[in-house]
């Protein structure tokens, strides 16, 4: 027989990634408490979450979940069109859309889920969908899933994108970008976006994992930043499990928009709804997203502080005001081998190497929260500048 052994293959392949010291590995997190962790016994204080405001373990949400937990029990035992649709569902989704300025709102299990979902059931064979090179993985996905001609313009191209559109002028067409970007920490020329998207006919879709509770005012986002509406980007999707400090993801715009998905999205329509007692949980954050402005205030310094210090010790700073602010190393061995030698000094930083970024783009992807003190960024700025050929001193 010459029928290839498919799991064979995978080992190979999985071989293969050890041998170019591209593999990954689980580690087992015993416990957190705000931006420390522990692992293998060894507390840890770390730059690598998604919590930016620090609401993971905030009592507000651990009690929502608690008392709603109480009263319905855990899991919602069907999908949201059968019996699954809760009130708790109803009422977070009623908030969502609010707070980002929409007619409506729908829950989605975890932003990959609302990403296939949305790009499958808005886009066919012969659409065009036209996207950033260096959006998440799962816009990507989404188009493919679709059938949609996939056409990717080189990072924040705005003329690129214009070309692409015009390239196909018969087409319906999506352009999707994240708002920022989750492993630069940029934000997407959205005004420019929102324009082209406009004069061309084109549906603008905005992804903002790393945006909703960061960016604007109230923390509506990197649309609302931007000055845009819902008529400027009718497809605004986000994630409930970054800055919300929770788990799962919506998609808000029109009535007819959100109509739509929950006849079509079939991430939406086959999987059992999130646990109520999430929504819950998941509402009680969206409260203080809103009403913690401070969080934001803090998050502000702690950025600026990282910045001005990494700037003053010549580390290779990425063009981020965001919460994400990586470290570019090139080489995934020097990426690697910095991640390391921070560990041995408590430091928990995450290398992230290809083919999550370009080649040749390895990365320190650190992150701040709400919760961290002057004193951590001031004891990581120290350790980074002792990092072998990373630093000034070294150039
Ligand atoms: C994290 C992320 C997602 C996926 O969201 P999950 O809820 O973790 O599945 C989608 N898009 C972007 C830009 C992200 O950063």
Not at 100 to 105: D, I, K, L, Q
Not at 316 to 334: C, E, F, N, R, V
Not at 337 to 355: F, H, N, S, W
Not at 357 to 383: C, K, N
Request: with cysteine; aromatic share 4%.
């Amino acid at each position: 027989m010459t029928r290839p052994d498919l799991l064979q293959r995978l080992s190979a392949q999985a071989a293969a990634r050890e041998q170019a010291g591209l593999r990954r590995r689980l580690r087992v997190v015993e416990q957190v408490e705000g931006p420390w962790l522990q692992a293998d016994g060894r507390r840890l204080l770390g730059f690598c979450s998604n919590d930016y405001l620090g609401l993971a373990q905030h009592p507000a949400l651990v009690d929502a979940l608690k008392r709603a937990a109480d009263s319905d029990g855990v899991g919602s035992a069907s999908a949201h069109l059968i019996c699954g649709h809760r009130r708790e569902h109803a009422a977070l989704e009623e908030a969502l859309a609010t707070w980002t300025g929409r007619e409506r709102a729908l829950l989605f299990s975890t932003g990959y889920m609302a990403n296939l979902g949305t790009l499958q059931a808005l886009l066919g064979r012969g659409d065009a969908c036209i996207q950033d090179k260096l959006n998440h993985a799962c816009l990507l996905d989404g188009a493919q899933l679709a059938g949609a001609e996939l056409k990717r313009y080189p990072h924040a191209d705005i003329d690129a994108a214009g070309r692409q559109l015009r390239s196909r002028p018969e087409a319906a067409a999506l352009l999707a970008t994240d708002g920022v970007f989750s492993m630069d920490g940029d934000t997407a020329p959205l005004r420019e976006l929102a324009a082209l998207c406009t004069s061309e006919g084109a549906t603008l879709m905005v992804d903002d994992a790393h945006g909703l509770g960061v960016l604007g005012a109230d923390g509506a986002g990197s649309v609302t930043a931007a000055g845009l509406t819902q008529a400027d980007v009718p497809v605004l999707m986000a994630t409930l499990g970054k800055a919300l400090g929770c788990s799962g993801a919506f998609v808000a715009g029109p009535a007819g928009l959100i109509d739509g998905l929950t006849q079509f999205a079939r991430t939406y329509v086959y999987t059992t709804a999130m646990p109520p007692a999430l929504a819950a949980a998941t509402h009680a954050a969206v409260v203080l997203a809103q009403q913690d402005s401070w969080r934001r205030e803090r998050l502000t310094s702690l950025i600026a502080r990282f910045r001005a210090g990494a700037h003053q010790l010549g580390l290779p700073l990425m063009a981020s005001s965001s919460a994400i602010q990586p470290l570019l190393l090139g080489d995934a061995q020097a990426a690697l081998d910095a991640a390391r030698t921070l560990e041995r000094q408590g430091l928990l930083v995450v290398a992230i190497r290809p083919p999550t970024v370009p080649q040749g783009q390895a990365r320190l992807r650190i992150t701040l929260s709400a919760l961290h003190e002057d004193a951590h960024v001031d004891r990581l700025l120290d350790a980074l500048g002792r990092l072998p050929g990373i630093g000034r001193s070294h150039a």
